[in-house]
Antibody, heavy 118, light 110 residues
Framework: QVQLVESGGGVVQPGRSLRLSCAASQFPFSQYPIHWVRQAPGKGLEWVAVISSDGTSKYYADSVKGRFTISRDNSKNTLSLQMNSLRPDDTALYFC????????????WGLGTTVTVS | QSVLTQPPSASGTPGQRVTISCSGSISNIGSNTVNWYQQVPGTAPKLLIYSDNQRPSGVPDRFSGSKSGTSASLAVSGLQSEDEADYHCAAWDDSLYALVFGTGTKVTVL
């Protein structure tokens, strides 16, 4: 079935880096923008970044701008999030989600991968 | 930091109607359509309403969305125990050039 699977989370010290991945399957990955959304423990959803279907346009939340980089490889159906200069407030469950185009509705979500900065 | 404001909680008994508000500004709700997500604790969010008032396939018609000016609302009629979850609104913000989420509302079925 249509699926997104995140990986790469873990425990990392403040100031270090981590790279998350999101593998897509059973849909034409190259036709959809993809977002990263995170959720800190016990908190609401926070948007992180989005990349256009062809990878040419990228937008970031102010809280991660200059530290995180979103990228994609449409030949491998994968999305990445390079996270540098990590801070304790980056601790969260990170989801990747498909943007189906209707008002940026995110219609397919992965289960998430946990990042702990401590 | 959430840009869209929601009440932290809402509740009702089975069969009742519950309404959740989402307040924003001209640059987000006032200029773009609103989506709503349902999140059962421990699971990923699920798209519940898109483009202010449209339901994806499979979403019961007990769920409905509306918008007026810079505010939006989600109504759940005929409340059921399985509706107990967190609900989040979201919209694109033209000033921030970012997708903004609401603060989230926990719905409890009494």
């Amino acid at each position: 079935q249509v699926q997104l699977v995140e990986s790469g989370g873990g425990v990392v010290q403040p100031g270090r880096s981590l790279r998350l991945s999101c593998a897509a399957s059973q849909f034409p990955f190259s036709q959809y923008p993809i977002h990263w959304v995170r959720q800190a423990p016990g908190k609401g959803l926070e948007w992180v970044a989005v990349i256009s279907s062809d990878g040419t346009s990228k937008y970031y939340a102010d809280s991660v701008k200059g530290r995180f980089t979103i990228s994609r490889d449409n030949s491998k159906n994968t999305l990445s999030l390079q996270m540098n200069s990590l801070r304790p407030d980056d601790t969260a469950l990170y989801f990747c989600a498909r943007d189906w185009g209707a008002s940026h509705g995110l219609d397919v979500w992965g289960l998430g991968t946990t990042v702990t900065v401590s | 930091q959430s840009v869209l404001t929601q009440p932290p909680s809402a509740s009702g008994t089975p069969g009742q109607r519950v309404t959740i508000s989402c307040s924003g500004s001209i640059s987000n709700i006032g200029s773009n359509t609103v989506n709503w997500y349902q999140q059962v604790p421990g699971t990923a969010p699920k798209l519940l309403i898109y483009s202010d008032n449209q339901r994806p396939s499979g979403v019961p018609d007990r769920f409905s969305g509306s918008k007026s000016g810079t505010s939006a609302s989600l109504a759940v009629s005929g409340l059921q125990s399985e509706d107990e979850a967190d609900y989040h609104c979201a919209a694109w913000d033209d000033s921030l050039y970012a997708l903004v989420f609401g603060t989230g509302t926990k719905v409890t079925v009494l």
